[in-house]
């Protein structure tokens, strides 16, 4: 089963406006990272965030991390209709997780032109 | 650099049939990780393979089961198939060392029909 919760679970917005997605996870995490996928396609990796670390940014994205609430969040800034597609958080458990990324259950960004 | 790889891309089986999956990862990347993708059941963890060593497996029957090789290919077999097996099979590498995880890169998947 999945670790948590994303939502919304689908969000459609302007090109130009900004979109935030929030996640929610229920164990104890060595980090948290955040996937783009496309159509049915692979996942790519869009940030890496580990559990001493509050915020993070990289281009028009920007995540933050709360591990008191068990919470994440990725905002993309000034999107574009290419930034369409479902996002995916995932954590690595504290101990013994390794590579075992258990997943969201995902958020379907529209970006219209 | 050359991504990961799947095979096939696509694969039509009937119930009770066996099914075996390939996985290339990124040269020099010595962990793959296996994940099944459904509309009902989101992104599962299958395992993961490190050095040819299964190091972390998730709550999949035993029907699923993988192996890795000396070149660090991976291989998934799911035997027995069931209707319920059709799904998006993806495969990442990752190359760490050892210990902590990093992101992972994926494969484009293969997708699996079960009739």
């Known amino acids: 089963s999945q670790q948590g919760e994303e939502d919304p679970q689908a969000l459609s917005i302007q090109e130009g406006e900004n979109a935030t997605m929030n996640c929610s996870y229920k164990t104890s995490i060595n980090n948290l990272q955040w996937y783009r996928q496309n159509s049915g396609r692979g996942l790519v990796h869009l940030i890496l965030i580990r559990s001493n670390e509050r915020e993070k940014h990289s281009g028009r994205l920007r995540v933050t991390l709360d591990t008191s609430k068990k919470s994440s969040s990725l905002l993309i800034t000034a999107s574009r209709a290419a930034d369409t597609a479902s996002y995916f958080c995932?954590?690595?458990?504290?101990?013994?997780?390794?590579?075992?990324?258990?997943f969201g259950a995902g958020t379907r960004l529209a970006v219209h032109p | 650099k050359a991504g990961v790889t799947q095979t096939p891309r696509y694969l039509i089986k009937t119930r009770g049939q066996q099914v075996t999956l390939s996985c290339s990862p990124i040269s020099g990347h010595r962990s793959v990780s296996w994940y099944q993708q459904t509309p009902g059941q989101g992104l599962q963890f299958l395992f993961e393979y490190f050095s040819e060593t299964q190091r972390n497996k998730g709550n999949f029957p035993g029907r699923f089961s993988g192996r890795q090789f000396s070149n660090s290919r991976s291989e998934m077999n799911v035997s027995t198939l069931e209707l319920g097996d059709s799904a998006l099979y993806l495969c990442?590498?990752?190359?760490?060392?050892?210990?902590?995880?990093?992101?992972?890169?994926f494969g484009p998947g293969t997708r699996l029909t079960v009739t």
């Open positions: 995932a954590t690595v458990p504290f101990s013994g997780g390794y590579n075992k990324l258990i």
């Open positions: 990442a590498s990752s190359g760490l060392a050892g210990g902590s995880s990093y992101e992972q890169y």
